[in-house]
């Protein structure tokens, strides 16, 4: 089967051709390192064999779980970076408190 076929029906396998090329990637580098092939094909090389692993189905891309986001807003206030960040002084000075490099009695503008 020719590289082009094992890309068309691999692509139909996995949602987009960026998540095939990491998946192949992944796995030509776990054939490299000496994990068996998944299929008996000895005449092609790694990366035509985890196409074909992939096309037939014997591979697929694992999707982490999605991390839980607050449901209130509650909850968004008062976690941790939240509270870290805005427990923070604020560090700006007010115009009375800088000290001026004006000579004393010197009009500011003059």
């Given amino acids: 089967m020719p590289c082009q076929d094992l890309?068309?029906?691999a692509l139909e396998k996995v949602s987009n051709k960026y998540a095939l090329t990491v998946l192949v990637c992944k796995r030509?580098?776990?054939?490299q390192?000496?994990?068996?092939?998944?299929?008996?094909?000895?005449?092609?090389d790694h990366l035509d064999i985890a196409l074909k692993e992939i096309a037939?189905?014997?591979?697929?891309p694992v999707t982490p779980p999605a991390e839980p986001t607050p449901d209130t807003p509650e909850e968004v206030e008062t976690s941790p970076e939240v509270v870290a960040q805005t427990s923070q002084p604020d560090s700006i000075e007010s115009p009375d408190s800088v000290?001026?490099?004006d000579?004393?009695?010197a009009a500011a503008g003059a």
């Fill in 28 to 31: 030509v580098k776990q054939l």
């Fill in 33 to 44: 390192r000496g994990a068996k092939p998944l299929i008996a094909e000895d005449t092609l």
């Fill in 56 to 60: 037939t189905g014997k591979i697929a």
């Fill in 103 to 105: 000579p004393p009695g």
């Fill in 7 to 9: 890309e068309v029906k």
């Fill in 99 to 101: 000290e001026s490099n």
